[in-house]
């Protein structure tokens, strides 16, 4: 979750800084965001790989450990399912 949230708040910085120095360049209205958007993007990719790369670990990890607890949870759930039935 950390990772997620680290990764999430410097791409919204990105974007942030990507508006201020657009705007000072001159650009305004929706060309502003789409340039934003789009310089904002880049820089992400070129400058959060490393970043990135922990998340997705991060999510992965979170994801195997799911699938883990997975089947304790489905036989819970069908126990219970019975014992509804057979009331």
């Not at 949230?5 to 942030?16: C, D, E, G, M, N």
């Not at 965001?33 to 400058?47: D, M, P, R």
């Amino acid at each position: 979750m950390r990772a997620t949230f680290a990764y999430t708040s410097a791409r919204i910085l990105l974007l942030v800084v990507s508006i201020v120095l657009l705007y000072l360049a001159g650009a305004r209205g929706l060309l502003l965001l789409a340039l934003a958007f789009v310089v904002s993007g880049i820089a992400s990719f070129v400058l959060l790989s490393r970043q990135r790369d922990i998340m997705s670990g991060a999510l992965l990890t979170r994801l195997r450990n799911g699938r883990a607890r997975a089947p304790s949870f489905r036989s819970r759930l069908e126990e219970g399912a019975r014992a509804e039935d057979e009331d």
